[in-house]
């Protein structure tokens, strides 16, 4: 059964630390896999996208590794800053013949000061 | 600003009412989407439109009617809604329908069915 899960659920960093959030899916045959930030009540933005030989990308301070033979992302996000208080969605695409992509639940970072 | 706009940001409703939600894409792009969101849960696709056909309904209940007048125009109606249905639909757009594509999402429209 194609899945995306995401963990943790939910996370709670001070100003200026790091962090990773992670992505396993099951999904196959891999097309892509993109990490989205939603702000609440906003669509999600895209940060990043990764295709099978890619195993890492940067977009300023967010870094996602993508590791295709054990099926995991991960999300690292480096000197957090309040505006990251956001919810981390990764979402992975397949080819079946048609346009598939499965969105993981989301990671809801909360950045204090 | 996404160019995707959607309208109106908040909508309550009761269930015998038939209201509509409506997104504009400004990006040229040739395919449109309808999301779910609901607390806590995966956003789930509801419709997709490629070149205004409609190219999946994820066994989306037929109180939900999509309509894509042209590729840059997206509707929802919506007639008998039940109170779960409340959640945040959000409207996404496209270049092209293959997986290489990046989705930008408009900001959502929150719906409450009371």
């Known amino acids: 059964k194609n899945q995306v899960e995401q963990s943790p659920q939910s996370l709670i960093i001070l100003e200026g630390k790091n962090c990773t959030l992670q992505?396993?899916?099951?999904?196959?045959?891999?097309?892509?896999l993109r990490w989205y930030k939603q702000d609440t009540g906003r669509g999600p933005v895209s940060l990043t996208i990764?295709?099978?030989?890619?195993n890492t990308k940067s977009n300023g301070r967010y870094t996602a590794t993508l590791d295709a033979d054990t099926k995991q992302s991960s999300l690292h996000i480096t000197a957090s800053q309040l505006s990251d208080s956001a919810s981390y969605i990764c979402?992975?695409?397949?080819?079946?013949?048609?346009?598939?992509?499965?969105f993981g639940a989301g990671t809801r970072l909360f950045v204090k000061a | 600003e996404t160019g995707v706009t959607q309208t109106p940001r908040h909508l309550v409703m009761g269930m015998t009412n038939k209201k509509s939600l409506k997104c504009e894409q400004h990006l040229g792009h040739n395919a449109m989407y309808w999301y779910k969101q609901s607390a806590k849960k995966p956003l789930e696709l509801m419709f997709v439109y490629n070149f205004k056909e409609q190219t999946e309904n994820n066994s989306v209940p037929s109180r939900f009617s999509p309509e894509c007048p042209n590729s840059s125009h997206l509707f929802l109606h919506l007639h008998t809604l039940q109170p779960e249905d409340s959640a945040l639909y959000l409207c996404?757009?496209?270049?092209?329908?293959?997986?290489?594509?990046?989705?930008?999402f408009g900001e959502g429209s929150w719906l409450t069915v009371v």
């Open positions: 990764m295709t099978f030989s890619e």
């Open positions: 996404a757009s496209s270049q092209g329908q293959g997986t290489g594509n990046t989705i930008y």
């Open positions: 992505c396993n899916y099951t999904v196959s045959p891999f097309s892509n």
């Open positions: 979402v992975v695409s397949f080819n079946t013949g048609g346009f598939k992509t499965i």
